[in-house]
């Protein structure tokens, strides 16, 4: 009878707390034996592993695009864009940002048919569109990639953006406006 064995880690996200173990497994079943202590703290598994990514609490890991990159993400419900900055904010994060067309499709998959802000306006300068992530200013080929064409255009004073499901890309709209809200933020590694 053949095992496979491979070393991994479970990893306690309140105290950072490492345990390792020894995995065997056989077909789609498993054994999890902590090596060193039968009383192993609670968390995640992490197999075949030396340093992994961990989201934050209140934060889900996603996997988009074609090269399996990872994001922490959150959507919270109904809320103007200041609140929404706010909150993402007080979690640790700030409202996600959608540069890529595969950014864009990762969105449009948790928006579930709703309307939602993504981390963009023009608050600070008009017309000068900034991601919250890191200040940039929004990019040409950005521009391109995720908004409808035309877009944004201020148009009656729109200084925020939102993903739009009506088309499934990016708009510019009021930042009094209630919509849910993409807060992400960034994963860390945990190394063990």
């Excluded at 065997?24 to 592993?49: E, H, K, R, T």
């Excluded at 934050?56 to 990159?69: A, R």
Aim: hydrophobic share 30%.
């Amino acid at each position: 009878m053949a095992w496979d064995k491979n070393a991994g880690f479970l990893f306690e996200s309140g105290s950072g707390q490492c345990t390792p173990v020894l995995w065997i497994g056989q077909g789609s079943g498993g054994i999890v034996i902590p090596s060193g202590s039968a009383d192993a703290p609670p968390g995640n598994l992490y197999v075949n592993s030396q340093t992994t990514i961990h989201c934050p609490d209140g934060f889900q890991e996603v996997s988009y695009g074609s090269e399996g990159h990872v994001s922490c993400l959150v959507v919270l419900l109904s809320l103007s864009y200041e609140s929404a900055t706010s909150k993402c904010n007080a979690m640790g994060g700030y409202l996600a940002s959608v540069r890529t067309a595969e950014r864009l499709q990762m969105a449009v998959g948790l928006a579930q048919g709703n309307d939602m802000w993504v981390g963009m306006d023009d608050l600070v300068q008009e017309g000068e569109y900034r991601w919250q992530e890191d200040g940039e200013l929004l990019t040409d080929t950005e521009r391109a990639d995720v908004f409808k064409p035309g877009e944004p255009n201020n148009n009656g004073n729109e200084d925020c953006v939102h993903y739009r499901r009506s088309n499934d890309q990016l708009n510019d709209s009021r930042c009094s406006s209630l919509k849910n809200a993409l807060c992400e933020s960034p994963p860390r590694s945990v190394a063990c």
